[in-house]
């Protein structure tokens, strides 16, 4: 079966530097995808990784590496607004996105 | 503004009813996915229409059905509604080259009373 896990719920601090991981099993992979979705709001897009290796993009990162079936979001300089859920999803070898449950971040001050 | 209008945004109902929603994707985007998110779970995936035609299947219940029309749009029609239909119900949109990013429409909130 085709399986993606993040952790459920995460806590950090404003300021400071969270990273949240997300492993797959899936038939096949042609890339991976991180959302962001703030409650009771759509999911937007944040971030695409198909080759090993750390994107940048701002206060937000993404690293893959494929041979692990692994990849994490790192979210620098925390802010309040970055409270959210962070939905993996990775897109299989039938060009069909599998999401994983998202992971819940809360910021405190 | 993703550019994916979806229709209505509330949507208050009793058990048995039948409801349909409505979603136009961004301009030039041939694709339509529909995903339901029930209060702090993960994106179910219903049903993908390209231009026109089915092309994947995710978990819809037999009581789901939808369509894509020529002009893109596409409609989401929930029938005998129970409790557990209560959801948020996404439509979203991706262009031709297919590039993976979908794009989300602000959702239709059911509530099934």
């Known amino acids: 079966g085709q399986n993606i896990d993040q952790p459920t719920e995460m806590t950090a601090t404003e300021g400071a530097i969270v990273q949240i991981n997300c492993t797959y099993q899936?038939?096949?992979?042609?890339?991976l995808f991180w959302y962001q979705q703030h409650a009771g709001e759509a999911p937007t897009f944040l971030s695409y990784?198909?080759l090993d290796g750390l994107e940048e993009k701002g206060r937000f990162s993404s690293f893959l590496s494929r041979s692990k079936g692994y990849s994490y979001l790192l979210l620098k300089e925390l802010q309040m607004k970055d409270s959210a859920s962070y939905l993996c999803?990775?897109?299989?070898?039938?060009?069909?996105?599998?999401w994983g449950a998202g992971t819940k971040l809360i910021i405190k001050p | 503004d993703s550019g994916v209008t979806q229709t209505p945004k509330h949507l208050i109902t009793a058990t048995g009813q039948r409801v349909t929603l409505r979603c136009s994707p961004r301009?030039?985007?041939?694709?339509v996915y529909w995903y339901q998110q029930s209060l702090d779970q993960g994106l179910q995936f219903l049903i993908q229409?390209?231009?026109?035609?089915?092309?994947a299947k995710g978990n819809i219940l037999e009581r789901f059905s939808a369509q894509q029309f020529p002009d893109l749009h596409s409609e989401l029609n929930l029938s005998s509604l129970e409790l557990g239909d209560s959801a948020l119900y996404f439509c979203?949109?991706?262009?031709?080259?297919?590039?993976?990013?979908?794009?989300f429409g602000e959702g239709s909130r059911l509530t099934v009373l």
């Open positions: 979203a949109s991706s262009p031709p080259e297919d590039t993976g990013e979908l794009f």
């Open positions: 301009s030039g985007d041939l694709s």
């Open positions: 229409y390209y231009n026109g035609e089915e092309r």
């Open positions: 899936t038939s096949g992979f042609n890339g």
């Open positions: 990784n198909v």
């Open positions: 999803a990775v897109w299989d070898s039938n060009y069909q996105l599998i």
